[in-house]
């Protein structure tokens, strides 16, 4: 699955991008006037093959949620069983990304990849809307009832590989098998999505103390120092960041992660979580649809995607800037500006949500604005 994947991600197409300059040449505004939206639109017309490129709705939210070993090493201020709480709360429609995807009438997918502790809300006392829409199959955990992208109905996956990672200053994450594993959980949502309607894909995640492993993942792959990876997370105090920043350089020097093996460096120093989210935005490039990504967790799991396929690059839109410093650090190593910069850490997929109405935007101006010819308008 994952190969096959691969070997369908192609560059970006050089003449749709060329139509879409060529049309906001022509369109009513003076030429460059809408700045890098106009690049916004030249790039997503490239992943699509057309001008203009298809508009990128619905929207779909996945929160990929695992919980990490390396949380022992007091990383983080909160308890690890969060995770599984947060889920309910997603579920119940009462966190941010929720108020946000109502919002962007976004549907919202929670996939547990590798939480540790049992979810807090039994299926069977879900609305059975949500009940309706999280039947899964027993051997693969994955949802097996027609899809249905409803902004008013967070739908639950379990899909996972194992509970939780391993400490990664003294053990490796998980297997390769299990990296993979969580890879192709990734892959399957993306088509469970895509195959559903969804027009763009927006990254989520959920993990407490996941910020670790994404600033070990920042500097594996672009050769960073942690001192400019590591952020402060939750808001963790300065004792316990100087443990987090030490903790990212021991897990480098214990695993020496190889970039040229994105898999090898996800099953390392990894999480569930951002190697799902890698695998998701690899078929959302395969399949030429846009994935918004979020915050420094999502940004950590497309190094690894871009490592696998480079030009995977081109379904990518960078949602927003987060605070975390590693997200700065793999945007710049990716290529990509990002569209908002508000200060937000929260993750959950809802810097992205926010971006969310900016990449509309630029895709609907190809389609809708006139251009000086039909509109009588003269030019300069």
């Given amino acids: 699955m994952l190969e096959t994947t691969i070997a369908a991600i192609r560059p970006a197409d050089e003449a749709a991008m060329a139509a879409a300059r060529e049309l906001h040449g022509r369109l009513t505004k003076p030429a460059g006037s809408l700045g890098a939206l106009e690049e916004l639109s030249v790039r997503l017309a490239g992943l699509a093959g057309v001008c203009p490129p298809p508009l990128p709705e619905p929207a779909a939210v996945a929160i990929f949620a695992g919980d990490h070993g390396v949380h022992a090493q007091g990383v983080s201020p909160w308890p690890q069983e969060v995770t599984a709480q947060m889920i309910g709360n997603f579920l119940a429609g009462g966190a941010v990304v929720n108020a946000f995807a109502r ?16 979810l807090p809300t039994d299926p ?20 097996v ?51 559903a309607g969804a027009g763009i894909l927006l990254t989520g995640d ?45 897990a480098l020097a214990r695993h020496t992660p190889d970039p040229a093996d994105p898999l090898g460096v996800l099953a390392a120093v990894g999480g569930l979580e951002h190697a799902a989210l890698a695998g998701l935005i690899l078929r959302a490039a395969a399949r030429r649809t846009p994935v918004l990504l979020d915050g420094v967790i999502a940004v950590s799991a497309a190094l690894a995607a871009a490592a696998f396929a480079p030009d995977a690059v081109c379904a990518m839109v960078a ?23 508000l200060g937000l850490r929260l993750g959950e997929g809802t810097g992205a949500l926010l971006a969310l109405p900016v990449v509309t935007g630029a895709v609907r101006v190809l389609h809708e604005v006139a251009t000086f010819d039909s509109a009588g308008v003269a030019e300069k």
């Fill in 103 to 118: 919002q962007a009438g976004a549907s919202v997918t929670v996939v547990d990849v590798g939480v540790a502790t049992p």
């Fill in 124 to 143: 069977a006392a879900l609305d059975p809307a949500v009940l309706d829409s999280a039947v899964l199959d027993p051997v693969s955990g994955l949802a």
């Fill in 145 to 195: 009832d027609p899809v249905v992208l409803d902004p008013a109905v967070p739908r639950l996956v379990v899909s996972s590989v194992r509970r939780g990672t391993g400490d990664l200053t003294v053990t490796a994450a998980m297997t390769r098998d299990e990296a993979l594993a969580a890879v192709r959980t990734g892959i399957r949502i993306a088509d469970e999505l895509i195959d």
């Fill in 206 to 250: 959920m993990g407490i103390g996941n910020t670790t492993p994404a600033a070990v993942l920042i500097a594996a792959f672009t050769g960073a120092d942690p001192l400019d990876t590591t952020g402060r997370g939750t808001g963790v105090d300065d004792p316990t960041y100087a443990r987090k920043v030490a903790v990212v350089r021991a």
């Fill in 319 to 341: 949602g927003h800037r987060s605070a975390e410093p590693g997200a700065t650090v793999a945007l710049r190593h990716l290529g990509l500006d990002p569209l908002i910069d």
